[in-house]
């Protein structure tokens, strides 16, 4: 879809330069009264301004899509200011009609190009409020530009503000979150990758003895990469292995999945780790939770310093709306994402537009 901006004196002039560029099958977007010139305040010239746009699947037959209007849009000319011409008198007249119609259907806020778009980042879990964003950007877009390819590029700015480079900078990387997001296999992953890549002297302590098997689990990790694993119980225990591993670069911490919706698991952490001295937490999450529900749970973890996301299960995700809703609710960027079980593989760096097109691509198969 194309969209362009065109001022006129009047509406009928405005209408007679939308014909005439984009044919009888434009969408008007937006209308807007603006004032220009004068002395003091005085003579002012009054024009109209309006934003219309082309849907090439529309011109193309492949589509059949009935011209609408934004229900949020300014109010059209009064009736006194059209010209005496009949025919631009009543397509004006329709144009009111179906802006009244378009205010009176609330599950319709923008025309139906943008509709579309908009209807498609909901399905995909963005959050009403962004997604209003997104749109409102694609309004006051005065390039010839693609709609699909300003949202894309508007994406990548809002990933560009969160994403740094990956690095760890302390000794103890903590892994923290909710139960079942692939804690312990994410975290075999980070340790694989420093030692067989980055050449680091690695090793391993979990907290996680709420399970056995996730004992067993990284001890397994541990004797394939031959590096030390410590098993911590408590606070103590937790400090005994820190001052045992002290000599390693990094110390990867598996801590226990629980219900953290209840903040007292959070609080738990606490009492076991030490996630200020010399440490970094990652807040690992699955993205085949419901957007919502991540909201939740990073609201629980806010308080905690938090270096950035992990989102895991990325292969398993229909939709990747609820990365954008918590980079915007959290202000730091995804370090990592997973897309599958392999270690050392199956694990990615994404890009600001790596992430922008992860959103577009998923919206696209609504």
Known sequence: MKMKKYTAATMPEAMIQIRRELGKDAVILRTKELTSGGIFGLFKKKRIEVIAALDPDVTNGSHTVQKTVISRAAPLPKAEKVSADKDLSAEIAALKQEVKSAISNQTRHYA????????????????????????????????????????????????????????FEKKFIHLVGPTGVGKTTTIAKLAAKSALVDQKRVAFITTDTYRIAAIDQLRTYAKILEVPLEVAYSLEDYKAAREKLADYDLVFVDTAG??????????????TLDLHHEAESYLALSLTTRAGDLSEVYEQFAHLPIKQFI?????????????????????????????GQDVPDDILVPSASYLAKSVMEATARV
Request: aromatic share 8%; net charge negative.
């Open 258 to 271: 629980r219900n953290f919706k209840d903040s007292a698991y959070v609080k738990e952490l606490e009492h």
């Open 112 to 167: 139906l190009p943008l509709q579309g778009l908009y209807d498609r980042l909901l399905h995909n879990e963005v959050h009403p409020q962004i997604a209003s964003e997104l749109m409102e950007h694609l309004l006051g877009n005065d390039s010839d530009e693609d709609a699909e390819q300003v949202l894309y590029e508007n994406l990548v700015k809002r990933f560009e503000k969160v994403q740094t480079p990956v690095q």
């Open 311 to 339: 989102f895991t299960k990325m292969d398993e995700a229909s939709c990747y709306g609820g990365i954008l809703n918590l980079i915007q609710q959290a202000h730091i960027g995804v370090a990592y994402l997973t897309h």
